[in-house]
């Protein structure tokens, strides 16, 4: 699964990205094995956590279902880092979801630390430190100039309150990480939900998840507007609320049409 921002692919069909959960990046890499749809995984020593979800053990209408299904089990790195989690949910703020991917990507190339292997490179996003040092001409240059005060904000909260925000329960993360200028619920819960791998906490009234819930069967009628559509998908989901938004996210990243904005 690339939801993150940060995955990129090879010529080879390789995905990779860097992570830094410490001060050292690491590759993470996931290679086609050519038997079917089955990854092999490298942590590249990361310490990241790979969370497998499995549709075959959905319940629910089988017009949506079955798509899910068809996928496969579906593998996730949870990001090993809250930093890494925190910044590339600021930096999918109000772009398109390409758009947010280039310019992540970008900035990392610009402002990050690389790293090597497999015949690949990737670059790790910057340390808080990093990120209160720049100038507003390095953000500009970068691509970065609109979420540079959000950035900053970050690395300073970061900086103060990280041991506390580690040891937090997810829905008290939520809450705190919303005291940041700029951060707000949407930013948010895509952080927690990135780190902790926990769906149901994702929101999952957005755009993305609202058009390839549709597209799952065009011909399902759904309510309109945010509010329904959240009533509607916690009463589909019941208590299966994170695979179902983990996999929907899934399926239309590989097969849904682009949506136009994440807002």
Not at 64 to 70: A, C, D, E, I, Q
Request: glycine content about 8%; aromatic content about 8%.
């Amino acid at each position: 699964m690339t939801d993150h921002p940060g995955w990129l692919v090879s010529d080879t069909g390789d995905m990779y990205r860097a992570v830094a959960p410490g001060t050292t990046p690491a590759l993470i890499t996931a290679r086609p094995t050519g038997l079917g749809r089955d990854m092999v995984i490298d942590l590249g020593g990361a310490g990241a956590r790979v969370d497998y979800t499995d549709p075959g053990a959905l319940t629910g209408p089988d017009d949506l279902t079955g798509p899910l299904r068809n996928m496969g089990v579906v593998a996730r790195v949870a990001n090993p880092s809250l930093w890494d989690a925190l910044t590339a949910a600021i930096m999918r703020q109000v772009i398109q979801p390409s758009h947010a991917r280039a310019r992540y990507v970008r900035f990392c190339t610009t402002h990050g630390t690389s790293v090597t292997g497999r015949g690949v490179t990737a670059s790790g996003f910057p340390s808080p430190t990093r990120i209160s040092a720049m100038t507003d001409d390095q953000f500009q240059l970068a691509g970065a100039a609109y979420p540079a005060p959000g950035l900053r904000a970050a690395a300073r909260a970061y900086l103060n309150r990280r041991e506390e925000w580690l040891k937090a329960p997810a829905d008290e993360l939520i809450t705190a990480l919303q005291e940041i200028p700029q951060v707000g619920p949407w930013t948010a819960r895509t952080a927690v939900a990135d780190y902790t791998g926990r769906f149901d906490l994702y929101p999952y009234t957005d755009l993305p998840l609202q058009t390839w819930a549709r597209q799952l069967n065009p011909a399902r009628s759904w309510p309109d507007g945010a509010v329904a559509f959240r009533t509607a998908w916690e009463d589909i989901a019941a208590d299966q609320l994170s695979a179902w938004t983990q996999l929907t996210l899934a399926w239309g990243l590989r097969y849904g049409t682009p949506t136009r904005a994440v807002p």
